[in-house]
């Protein structure tokens, strides 16, 4: 049998809150730190105990580390999931039971390994029987670590992370890695062909999630204020700023630079963010889209008003009896336009880890220059799974706090100034701040219904003027925010546009559409709106651009086909929206689905019909996948 | 008490100890009704404070929507302001005045921006004891759009075009005092005196002081027998005690002013004192026990009892207090404060995995 190496995956069928996240974080960070990429799925069901969860593991030696939907290695504990479970495993691939699951197989073209986990347990007197569960997950750890070369010591170093050092639990799940290797070692025959090798792909990487990057970020940001209400997947992100901002924002005098609120409601905490950032502290609010539409009465003042505000939206879909713990990019419209009448959004679309970590100090910076709410849309792939991710960089530029006038700008002035005035020609005023003792510093806020020197009027041309002056300020936006990364092919005429966590599965596609398809397309990421001169320039380029993204309305592409009406027969929309973060196979197919480029439009249209991603019937698709029958 | 009759050599008659007159604390012209009780309780936000020589860039305006909340432009001109959304204008407040915690808030909302669709961020301000006046001005209707009930509308009360109020009224002191707040009182606009003696009371208080001012609406809630109309008001306010608040002094004086007997002295956080003559002599405006007992016998008797319900100067540190935050304000602080230096982004990468 052909050795595989480094290029499977791995699913782990448990039961929700049966303590298996340790055990399958640590077969991640042990693939992490053996140097191989590697990245980690939790798929999980909104439920504190008993439901039917899934954790999937990618390793792929060229890097291409997106969800696969085919699974190489299943190992099954959960009783309730065992037949999904075993009829999941790919031909040719592995399946790891606990042995107490009295279920038949029915398969023989896969390699199949019993596992006696709760015999095994027992056996270790020393384990108190409530801990028998939780580190009975450790034996199939250290089984798979002997079946396909998991190095022992790098579980050791993930366990030692995961317990902070302390030894009597470090030592407990270690144990239990050690039992189960050495029962694979003397009762299974490899019957499989895959496995790890060590490589030296990962040594200058670090391993985190999106919620930590973007708290630990804000932290570097200059966060002063936050106010949040729980809500998954949002509620790790406040949580983290403020488990580390004692640490990294220490003083000799103990004393605190910062407050944060748990808010009664999403309305409150985003109100708490706004009357801060009224008042001149770097605030921010974190929450996902079910309190996104509680903060949109708020949005829109803070737009309107001039208020600095950074808002986290990590993306599930909603609402809460939706579907809580799936991922989604579907807020995207409505933070576009989130607020009363005519509002248009900053928003930020961080794809990566270090980028959830840049765009968390470089948030307030734009909020603080725009005087304006600025959203930053993660989502809950991207936020709550651990990813590879380059170092967090310190940041680049010095903080920009934006144009704000104190007493000895306003003695310049003498006094003369108007907080709504467009001085600068750029559509952003110059603000005060309270604590401003000087007597021609305060101004009475209000939401439109001022002129330029914030004095109460309901004129229709001073109206007309003010909101003229916000449109403005709005389209100076793209001078602030990140620009979009450009991924060029030679001879290209496809050209693809996405955003956020998508990323991997794009890349992924694009170098499976030129080996097997033979088209070659250029990528380019947006990583803001409003969008920067070279999206336009990058749709104009190609003969076609397709925009993929996880909801069902083809938001981006709606928002491209208004900003760029000329160019709108020219854009198509490829989307997938079942939850699940994205594989390369479905944008390779959501593409080649509508893909028209010149000569190839009939057979196109054909593959759409053979090649319509769905999660259901997977197998199906792939084998009636148009692509195969083109091969052939 | 006032300034205007004891002019200090060398100073204008009228101006305080910040060096102010009152005009410094005048807002733009009101554009509520004639008559409306609302610019009644202006006037003496602005008395009050220039009598405390309070400097207007040292507090801060919140409002929310409403008629009442209108009123923040009617006072203190040179004083920051924020005129938030309905029902809201709590979480405007908590937010902002950590900006500069040396700042207190000065807040006006009404019975439908607190007792309706802000009952939820009132009660949780409170719960906060976040560091401001918070004044109700109450007028059992809602003047901006034009006269339907609100949530503190007695029960059976008949208004033109609504008809009859079929729902019981919330009383906000009793909610303000079941949710914990450490000052709640109440009065009524045509007695501006004890208006102005609460709102000082109020401001030299640590923490959230809720005023409850019942402030008829002249347009839509003027009925001789509505609870909130001038007449009704007059005939059944039953005051728990004549008030007067004393500024800060120094001990010598307070022994010296001692009465026996009649009066009852009530020390707030800054070392200021309300006295409080009790009409009722039993009555302690530091046992919530008591409060909570004379606010349901006015209920059941139909009363308006006004004055200081409740106060405990003590009971627990304002929101921002419950921080530890740097004597100098958040909002001055810069980016040699704010950003961790260049070499804990090591530490940083090195607490990841």
């Known amino acids: ?632 | 008490m006032t300034m205007e009759n004891l002019p200090m050599a060398g100073t204008p008659a009228n101006v305080n100890k910040a060096g102010l007159v009152k005009n410094d604390y005048r807002g733009a012209p009101s554009t509520l009704c004639q008559g409306c009780g609302h610019n009644s309780i202006s006037n003496q936000i602005i008395t009050a404070l220039y009598e405390m020589d309070v400097v207007p860039e040292e507090v801060l305006k919140f409002s929310g929507i409403g008629c009442s909340s209108k009123s923040p432009t009617y006072f203190l001109n040179r004083t920051f302001g924020f005129n938030s959304l309905h029902g809201r204008m709590p979480s405007i407040a908590t937010g902002a005045l950590f900006g500069n915690t040396t700042m207190r808030g000065i807040s006006v909302s009404g019975d439908g921006d607190s007792a309706s669709i802000g009952m939820g961020q009132f009660k949780h301000a409170i719960r906060r004891n976040v560091n401001m006046v918070y004044i109700i001005e109450n007028n059992g209707v809602y003047g901006l759009t034009k006269g339907q009930f609100s949530a503190t509308a007695e029960e059976g009360l008949q208004l033109k075009h609504q008809g009859t109020n079929p729902y019981m009224p919330i009383d906000i002191c009793l909610e303000a005092l079941v949710s914990n707040a450490t000052f709640v009182a109440r009065s009524f606009a045509g007695n501006p005196k004890q208006v102005k003696e609460l709102l000082k009371s109020a401001i030299a208080h640590d923490g959230i002081a809720i005023i409850d001012i019942i402030s008829p609406c002249v347009t839509f809630n003027d009925g001789v027998n509505a609870y909130h109309s001038y007449a009704w008001g007059r005939e059944n306010e039953q005051p728990l005690h004549e008030i007067s608040y004393i500024p800060p002094r120094n001990e010598i004086m307070l022994e010296r002013e001692m009465e026996q007997g009649e009066i009852r002295e009530v020390a707030l956080h800054d070392g200021s004192v309300v006295i409080l003559k009790n009409v009722d002599k039993h009555y302690d405006p530091t046992n919530r026990f008591e409060a909570m007992r004379v606010m349901e016998e006015a209920q059941r008797n139909n009363w308006l009892i006004t004055g200081l319900l409740y106060i405990n100067s003590k009971a627990k540190p304002n929101l921002s207090a419950t921080f530890n935050l740097t004597a100098e304000p958040l909002n001055k602080l810069t980016e040699v404060d704010l950003r961790p230096a260049r070499s804990m982004i090591d530490t940083v990468n090195a607490m990841m995995f």
């Open chain 1, 1 to 632: 049998m052909n050795k595989i190496i480094n290029d499977f995956s791995i699913t782990v069928g448990t039961k929700n809150g049966s303590g298996s996240s340790t055990a399958n974080n640590t077969i991640l960070r042990s693939i992490f730190k053996m140097g191989i990429p590697v990245s980690g799925k939790n798929l999980f069901p909104s439920n504190i105990q008993g439901l039917p969860t899934w954790y999937t593991i990618r390793v792929n030696k060229d890097g291409f580390i997106a969800r696969q939907e085919e699974s190489n290695i299943v190992i099954a504990i959960n009783p309730d999931s065992f037949a999904k479970d075993l009829a999941s495993v790919s031909a040719g691939g592995a399946f790891f039971y606990s042995d107490d699951i009295k279920l038949g197989i029915n398969r023989t073209d896969i390699a199949v390994y019993p596992l006696p986990i709760k015999s095994l347990v027992r056996s270790d007197q020393s384990i108190p029987n409530d801990f028998r569960d939780l580190v009975g997950n450790m034996i199939y750890v250290g089984a798979l670590a002997h079946m396909i070369n998991i190095d022992l010591e790098m579980i050791h170093t993930a366990l030692s992370f995961h317990f902070k050092g302390k030894q009597k639990p470090i030592d407990m799940n270690f144990s239990m890695v050690k039992m189960g290797a050495e029962y694979a070692k003397n009762n299974f025959e490899k019957k499989d062909p895959f496995y790890l090798e060590p490589m030296d792909a990962t040594k200058d990487l670090i391993m985190s999630d999106g919620n930590t990057a973007a708290a630990i970020g804000s932290i570097f940001g200059g966060i002063q204020f936050a106010a949040w209400y729980p809500i998954t997947p949002a509620s790790s992100l406040a949580e983290s700023v403020i488990q580390y901002l004692p640490t990294l924002r220490k003083r000799e005098d103990g004393k605190q630079t910062y407050a944060v609120v748990q808010a009664e409601d999403e309305l409150a905490a985003i109100g708490m963010a706004i009357g801060a950032g009224w008042a001149g502290l770097r605030a921010m609010t974190s929450t996902s889209g079910p309190g996104l539409s509680l903060m949109t009465e708020f949005a829109g003042l803070a737009y309107y008003a001039e208020v600095p505000v950074v808002v986290w939206d990590v993306q599930r879909i909603g609402p809460s009896t939706g579907l809580p713990t799936r991922t989604s990019q579907a807020d995207l419209t409505f933070a576009y336009h989130i607020g009363h009448g005519d509002t248009q959004s900053v928003i930020l679309l961080p794809a990566t880890i270090d980028e959830c970590f840049e765009f968390g100090w470089k948030s307030f910076d734009i909020a603080e220059r725009l005087q304006t709410p600025v959203f930053v849309l993660s989502d809950l792939d991207i936020g709550m799974n651990q990813w590879m991710s380059k170092p967090f960089q310190y940041p680049d530029t010095p903080m920009d706090r934006g144009k704000v006038l104190w007493e000895k700008d306003l003695e310049e002035l003498k006094g003369n100034w108007g907080r709504y005035l467009d001085k600068d020609d750029d559509g952003i005023p110059y603000r005060t701040i309270p604590g401003n003792k000087h007597p021609a510093s305060a101004y009475f806020t209000r939401g439109t219904g001022h002129d330029e020197y914030a004095k109460y009027t309901e004129d229709s041309a001073t109206y007309i003027r003010n909101m003229e002056r916000l449109k403005k300020k709005y389209q100076n936006a793209k001078n602030f925010v990140p620009t979009p990364i450009l991924r060029e092919t030679k001879g290209a005429t496809l050209g693809i546009i996405a955003f956020g966590s998508t990323e991997n599965a794009i890349l992924e596609a694009q170098h499976l559409l030129a080996k097997e398809d033979g088209i070659k397309t250029d990528f380019l990421r947006l990583r803001a709106i409003p969008f920067a001169d070279e999206v336009g320039e990058f749709i104009e380029k190609h003969e076609q651009v397709i925009v993929v993204e996880q909801n069902r309305d083809g938001q981006m592409h709606q928002i491209l086909v208004t900003n760029y009406p000329q160019y709108a027969m020219k854009l198509a929309s490829a989307v997938n929206f079942d939850g699940l973060p994205a594989s390369a196979k479905w944008v390779r197919e959501g593409i080649l689905a509508k893909y028209s480029a010149s000569g190839k439009k009939t057979s196109a249209k054909k593959k759409a019909e053979g090649a319509k991603p769905s999660r259901t019937s997977k197998k199906e698709a792939s084998k009636k996948s148009a692509i195969k029958q083109k091969k052939k």
